[in-house]
């Protein structure tokens, strides 16, 4: 079980946030075997929500983006649930995005919460590979020319074109090849937010 979590209140401090809500997942792992990714989603959140109405955090404008995968190794079987988080998948050399609820932890717009956190399950073959990651690279301005002279956002598509480009490399080369594309792409422009990933190879 792997679980990835991006904090994204402004109602709330993003470092208390964060805090309380891995405090709370591992309590939730540890606690409650057998519960699948979405599952833990729900109770994630509504644990989170029980606690800032405690101390009086009514107003959470945003959340917690979190992605959470489970994997049997028996089975090859990749259980798979977010929280407005994606995770990557390259299979020979094609990428697809296993996109996560439109919902984050901790959220109260009533429209969103009618969204139930849905896990998702596939079987990965050997040498395949998963990305999770924060949104801070799709965001990041850079790729300055003549026609962006400020940058333009990688977004998401140019994410998937780089993680495909460097599939071929093992994943201890993949973490320098990507410090550098980034670096790289950013150029003179200002960091926008925190910037993770993690990569898993079957």
């Known amino acids: 079980l792997l679980a990835y979590a991006d ?3 402004h109602g709330v401090p993003g470092a208390f946030m964060s805090m ?9 792992c540890a606690s409650e075997n057998g519960l699948n990714p979405g599952e833990i ?6 644990q989170l929500i029980n606690i800032l109405n ?11 983006d979190v992605a ?17 988080r994606p995770v990557y998948l390259i299979k020979q050399g094609n990428v697809t995005e ?19 956190f849905e896990t998702k399950e596939i079987v990965v073959g050997k040498g395949d590979t998963l990305y999770m990651c924060s949104d801070g690279i799709a965001d990041q301005f850079g790729g300055q020319d003549n026609e962006y002279p400020n940058g333009k956002r990688l977004k998401s598509v140019g994410l998937k074109k780089m993680l495909v480009e460097l599939n071929r490399l093992t994943i201890a080369e993949q973490q320098t090849a990507i410090e ?3 670096e790289e792409w950013k150029g003179t422009c200002y960091q926008v937010d925190d ?8």
């Not at 309380?20 to 939730?28: F, H, V």
């Not at 910037?195 to 079957?202: D, M, Q, T, Y």
């Open 7 to 9: 904090c994204t209140g």
């Open 20 to 28: 309380i809500g891995t405090t709370l997942l591992n309590d939730i």
């Open 41 to 46: 989603l729900e109770r994630l959140d509504t």
């Open 54 to 64: 405690k101390k009086g955090e009514a107003e959470v404008s945003d959340g917690m």
């Open 68 to 84: 959470i995968i489970s994997y049997n190794p028996a089975s090859r079987s990749l259980q798979i649930a977010g929280a407005r």
């Open 98 to 116: 296993i996109k996560g609820t439109k919902r984050s932890i901790g959220e109260r717009e009533e429209k969103s919460r009618q969204n139930r």
């Open 180 to 182: 550098k594309m980034y």
């Open 195 to 202: 910037v993770s990933i993690i990569g898993l190879r079957f």
